[in-house]
């Protein structure tokens, strides 16, 4: 517990620095990958940032002085331990009347008064826990090869047309194949645009995953009607033996030509399912029996849940985990993006934490894709052309960095239309710069390692910078870095000799070099030693 009072003085100092810097809490947030309403709770003293990485985000992002800077980290961590702040980081001091002190005076200060507010005592990870144990390094460090499939696009066209550019798999959702489509009236079934979609697949050779939702009228005639025009509704079928006769018959018919099934679309979007959770997991536990006993090499799963960047999203999340939902399924869904379209990719690692968090305490740990995103997210204003490329390439590498939560598939929403935030191929046009980006990303990555992800100073990089690292099959070592928000100067380690770009150019690298990084992720080719 920090000092009475400490909270509210930290608040102050990083509401002021705020306000003096112009900043919106959007932008802000943009800026050092936080959302809003969380950089909202600091700066009210509602809670207090978790670790002094944050605190000098937040500084940097509002070009704070070097004093700002000393004088924020002393008030935080008094916020979370009174004990751990010496008397001697009190007497640091620097000259009024400058900005910046010159040279090698000012690093000397700044970095004594750091060494001495952040390490005397451990950085703690939370205000609640008292002064914890400090630990530097990579996020995480583990040999896992990349599965091609983690490239997923949600294919949301009924032409059976592939994407013209790389990626590793396909969803079908927005398609033409809701069940409301499919079986149009008791005993009755069209499968003519499913048949199409599933023959372009195995013509392109992706595996394909199915999601489920949208109940015919017929078979729930009073249910709320869900936001399409074809008389979907978002109620779960009155009698649930319909349920089990359209899953079994679909997949008797598309049998090993199918890869996975995903029970249900926003399954706590009331616009989308409006029926209890317990009968969400009903619906679960009888599709997951129908599927393994027609396709036993099936993925089952489970529905996506939808909101979780809010309490309620997590609570359902929650609940259906205690109900033992996810004992019936291979996977769990989840719908992982940013809260806003302009906010940075990176900002869904701090969701996947939560969610982790969530599941951790209903005592299951599910194997999680990413399956798409909330019905207001695509109708956000369109990402300019760069900040396009960034972001779409960005969000795989944030799920290659969420593998450590067990994120092991994520598919982007969508291929197909044009009217989204980023667009990366419109049906029968030429695929956009952002999906050639996300191409090339695929190549450098094609046949490697995963071995570690981590950011910022733990690694010994600048605070803004992300990077992970792989292995080729004749152990080169590759480095992809980016930053969140900005850019940053970094230095090509021994055995460098080359750094790549998206565009797909290249130019030499040697041990040394100044690398400038920026929210445009570069590869970094080190040669065998």
Known sequence: MGVPGADDELAGRLAELKDRSGLSYAELGRRTHSSSSTLHRYCTGKTVPPDYQTVVRIAAACEATDVDLVDLLRHWRRAVDPDAVPPAANQISFPKKRRRMPGLARVVAVLSAVALLVTAAGVPRTVHTGAAQRIDGPSWQKENPVDPRLFGVTASSRSGSMPAFRVG??????????????????????????????????????????????????????????????????????????????????????????????????????????????????????????????????????????????????????????????????????????????????????????????????????????????????????????????????????????????????????????????????????????ALAVEELQRWLSHTTSRSCGHGVAIGLPANVWQCEFTTPDHRLLVIRWTHHGTAKTTAAPHAEEVRQLDGTGSPLHPGDTIEVSETPVLIVYRTP
């Open 169 to 434: 798999s396909l969803r079908f959702w927005d398609s033409g194949t809701r069940w409301a489509s499919l079986q149009p009236e008791p005993g009755v079934y069209d499968w003519t645009v499913l048949d199409r979609l599933v023959a372009g697949a195995e013509h392109a050779g992706l595996p394909a995953t199915l999601v489920f939702g949208g109940t015919p009228a017929w078979a729930a005639p009073h249910g709320p009607k869900s936001p399409y025009g074809d008389g979907a509704r978002s109620a779960p079928p009155d009698d649930l033996t319909a349920w089990d006769r359209f899953v079994r018959t679909l997949v008797t018919r598309y049998r090993g030509r199918i890869e996975a099934y995903e029970v249900w679309v926003h399954a706590n979007d009331v616009r989308y399912y409006s029926g209890s959770t317990e009968t969400l997991v009903e619906m679960t536990r009888r599709a997951s029996r129908i599927i393994k006993a027609a396709d036993p090499e099936a993925v089952v799963v489970c529905p996506s849940i939808a909101g979780l960047w809010t309490d309620e999203g997590r609570r359902v999340l929650r609940r259906f985990a205690e109900l033992r939902g996810y004992d019936h399924c291979d996977v769990a869904g989840l719908n992982l993006h940013q809260r806003h379209a302009l906010d940075p990719p990176e900002t869904m690692v701090d969701l996947l934490g939560q969610v982790d968090h969530a599941l951790h305490d209903a005592g299951v740990h599910p194997t999680l894709w990413n399956t798409g995103v909330t019905y207001e997210y695509v109708l956000e204003d369109a990402l300019d052309d760069r900040r396009a490329v960034d972001y779409a390439t960005r969000f795989y590498l944030v799920a290659l960095y969420g593998s450590n939560f067990s994120l092991a598939r994520t598919y982007f929403y969508n291929w197909g239309s044009t009217r989204l935030p980023i667009v990366l191929q419109g049906v029968g046009g030429p695929p956009t710069r952002a």
